[in-house]
T-cell receptor
Framework: DAGVIQSPRHEVTEMGQEVTLRCKPI?????LFWYRQTMMRGLELLIY????????DSGMPEDRFSAKMPNASFSTLKIQPSEPRDSAVYFC???????????????FGAGSRLTVL | KNEVEQSPQNLTAQEGEFITINCSYS?????LHWLQQHPGGGIVSLFM???GKKKHGRLIATINIQEKHSSLHITASHPRDSAVYIC??????????FGEGTQLTVNP
C-alpha cells in the first residue's frame, strides 16, 4: 500500500480564494482524521470520520471550513474563503478500528502545507 | 494548564546516551500515542498503549494509568533519532489531544 496520500503537498493562494485539500486513506481503514499543525497551536484535530460518517467536527474552526468523505477512499477539506491565519500544515491520517470500536494506530499522510497570502 | 504536558521541551544528547521523554495528562484516557515527527515534517506513529510497556527496537514506552504518566525511552541514541516526539492521548471516542512535543537533538 502507498500509505495515506495527500494532495497538494504545497499550496500558495491569496486571501479569499477557495482551497481544497485531498486525502486518500489506506485501503480498508475505517477511520479518517484531519489535523492542522501550526507553530502557535501545535497539532489539533479538526474532524474525524468513521465509515465515511463525520463523528466529531468540534475542532473545525468556523463555517469557512468543511470536510466531506463521499466514499471510503477519498476525503476533502475545503476552506472558503481562505484567510492568512489558515496558513498551516494540514495532515490527514487513517486508522483501522479496533475490536472495541475505537481507532487504532494512526498512519499519517505527508501533509499539505498551505500558505495564504 | 494543558491537558497533555511533555517534558523537557528541548533535549540535546550525545550519541549513545539513554534518553527519557515524559508525558503527563490530566484527563481520563483510553490510550496514549507516541509520535515522531521528522525534520522534513512527516509524522510516524511509534506506539499506542493503554497499559504497561511496549518495546520496538531501541524504543521503549511505558504508561502508568494511575499516575497519568507515560515515558518514552531511547536506548543507545543515534543522530538519526533527532526529531520531535509528540505524546497524544485518546479520550472521548477517537479524539486525540496532543502535547506540544519534545525537540530531541542527538549529536555525534
Amino acid at each position: 500500500d502507498a500509505g495515506v496520500i495527500q494532495s497538494p503537498r504545497h499550496e500558495v493562494t491569496e486571501m479569499g480564494q477557495e482551497v481544497t485539500l485531498r486525502c486518500k486513506p489506506i485501503s480498508g481503514h475505517d477511520y479518517l482524521f484531519w489535523y492542522r499543525q501550526t507553530m502557535m497551536r501545535g497539532l489539533e484535530l479538526l474532524i474525524y470520520f468513521n465509515n465515511n460518517v463525520p463523528i466529531d467536527d468540534s475542532g473545525m474552526p468556523e463555517d469557512r471550513f468543511s470536510a466531506k468523505m463521499p466514499n471510503a477512499s477519498f476525503s476533502t477539506l475545503k476552506i472558503q474563503p481562505s484567510e492568512p491565519r489558515d496558513s498551516a500544515v494540514y495532515f490527514c491520517a487513517s486508522s483501522l478500528g479496533d475490536r472495541g470500536g475505537g481507532a487504532n494506530v494512526l498512519t499519517f499522510g505527508a501533509g499539505s502545507r498551505l500558505t495564504v497570502l | 494548564k494543558n491537558e497533555v504536558e511533555q517534558s523537557p521541551q528541548n533535549l540535546t544528547a550525545q550519541e549513545g546516551e539513554f534518553i527519557t521523554i515524559n508525558c503527563s495528562y490530566s484527563v481520563g484516557i483510553s490510550a496514549l500515542h507516541w509520535l515522531q515527527q521528522h525534520p522534513g515534517g512527516g509524522i510516524v506513529s511509534l506506539f499506542m498503549l493503554s497499559s504497561g510497556k511496549k518495546k520496538h527496537g531501541r524504543l521503549i514506552a511505558t504508561i502508568n494509568i494511575q499516575e497519568k504518566h507515560s515515558s518514552l525511552h531511547i536506548t543507545a541514541s543515534h543522530p538519526r533519532d533527532s526529531a520531535v516526539y509528540i505524546c497524544a492521548v485518546l479520550s472521548g471516542g477517537s479524539r486525540l489531544t496532543f502535547g506540544e512535543g519534545t525537540q530531541l537533538t542527538v549529536n555525534p
